[in-house]
Nanobody, 129 residues
Framework: QVQLVESGGGLVQPGASLRLSCAAS????????MGWFRQAPGKEREFVAG???????????DYLDSVKGRFTISRDYAKNTVYLQMNNLKPEDTAVYYC???????????????????WGQGTQVTVSS
């Protein structure tokens, strides 16, 4: 069991940066594959970034193609928190962002909604002039 709480969203102008946090309570985030998804109005929830690991010094991350080079997913074991650093934000990044934890694997990045078992409540990111 794990509870996930996202924070860090807000209203920013194009080109700005935000850092989203996903604080986990209960089990360590190292027990799960962790991911970030987003959902814009009228659209399906889509994979943004995911992270897996086989140890504290081993990890693998994957990203939605449109955010590669701009977004970075990371984790802090001591704080039991996963982050999504978002740079050079664009209007098309506007969405509710969700943190998710999946039991299926922690060594392979999980990219499908159905592969995740726990979800945060979401945090709104709005990029507008």
């Amino acid at each position: 069991q794990v509870q996930l709480v996202e924070s860090g969203g807000g209203l920013v102008q194009p080109g700005a940066s935000l850092r989203l946090s996903c604080a986990a309570s209960g089990r360590s985030v190292s027990s799960y594959g962790m991911g970030w998804f987003r959902q814009a109005p009228g659209k399906e929830r889509e994979f943004v970034a995911g992270i897996s690991w086989g140890g504290r010094s081993l990890y693998y991350a994957d990203y939605l193609d449109s955010v590669k080079g701009r977004f970075t997913i990371s984790r802090d074991y001591a704080k039991n928190t996963v982050y999504l650093q978002m740079n050079n934000l664009k209007p098309e990044d506007t969405a509710v962002y969700y943190c998710a934890a999946g039991l299926k694997s922690r060594t392979v990045v999980l990219k499908e909604v159905r592969e995740y078992d726990y979800w945060g409540q979401g945090t709104q990111v709005t990029v507008s002039s």
